[in-house]
């Protein structure tokens, strides 16, 4: 379990932090297109989350805390209280792994310290990319708007809008890879692969892919061929960021159409996404976290 600490002064102040649960996050779809203004679908994830507690022994969001004081829409009396009764953010979600660690904690702190509460996602993702920037040095904001809002995002055009349909994920799952990984590292070997033209067509018809995979999703239709064809163009695009020892998982899955794999956010490591394309149950030595809701 995860716990970031808080060192303690002397000044007291008589708020109350908020007693919310902050989930984790799954990039359905999206993953490195979605940089380049491309479609996205993420889903809060109730597997892994985090939450405030006090009476914590520690110092080491003292750093972060410093850097908060500057966002003129914090409060920073509130920012005190938490520090003088020892507030901490104990959480499940995996460093690493792509499930938003630092973005559930940025959206505690907006919840806990804002200074004013908005329905605005824009206003929201901005001040959330502000608060996650401190770990990322660039944030798009959406990690943290996901476990803000805790509902499904849709992100088209560079908007971003809650999906008010229901997603039926009966038949998807977090694949463990058992590694993490470093997202910077892999972002950047991203930008480098752009420069190549036969790339960027390989991109655009990767956006096409996963355009209508999220409309086959949201509708109901035939998710099952669009997984297909972003699992065998993403094995191709992105060997870098698929460990050696998944490629033969990932090329059965395709071979033997039980089952197909694709990246979750930056790959690499950490939670692949796994759509069961059979109606038997799949057996991965407990590998296996289902996102039916």
């Known amino acids: 379990m995860l716990r970031y600490f808080v060192s303690t002064y002397s000044q007291k102040h008589s708020f ?139 992100v088209s055009d560079d908007s971003v809008s809650v999906c008010q349909q ?28 752009k420069v190549d033209p036969g790339f960027k067509t390989m991109l655009s018809v990767l956006n096409k892919y996963n355009h209508a995979l999220i409309s086959a999703i949201i509708n109901k239709e035939n998710v099952s061929a669009w997984m297909k064809k972003i699992s065998r163009l993403q094995l191709e695009c992105f060997p870098e960021m698929i460990p050696n020892d998944l490629v033969s998982t990932w090329r059965y899955g395709l071979e033997s159409d039980q089952y197909y794999m694709k990246l979750s956010g930056a790959g690499g490591g950490g939670f692949f996404l796994l759509f069961n394309n059979s109606r038997n149950a799949l057996s991965f030595d407990n590998k296996l976290l289902s996102l039916k809701s």
């Open 166 to 193: 229901p997603l039926d994920l009966a038949n998807f799952h977090l694949y463990d890879s058992e590694k993490n990984r470093n997202t910077r590292k892999l972002v950047n070997i991203y930008n480098q692969k």
């Open 16 to 154: 109350i932090l908020t007693n919310r649960t902050y989930n984790a996050k799954v990039l359905l779809l999206g993953e490195f297109t979605i940089i380049d203004g491309g479609c996205a679908l993420a889903i809060p994830f109730p597997g892994f989350s985090g939450h405030w507690k006090s009476g914590g022994h520690g110092s080491s969001l003292t750093a972060f805390f410093e850097y908060l004081r500057s966002l003129p829409f914090i409060d920073t009396n509130k920012i005190q209280y938490a520090i003088d009764e020892k507030y901490e953010f104990e959480s499940t979600i995996p460093n690493g792994y792509g499930l938003g660690s630092s973005g559930a904690l940025s959206a505690a702190c907006l919840d806990a310290f804002g200074l004013e509460k908005t329905e605005s996602t824009d206003k929201l993702k901005f001040m959330l990319s502000e608060i996650e920037s401190f770990f990322h040095g660039k944030s798009s904001g959406l990690d943290p708007l996901i476990s803000y809002i805790n509902k499904p995002l849709l």
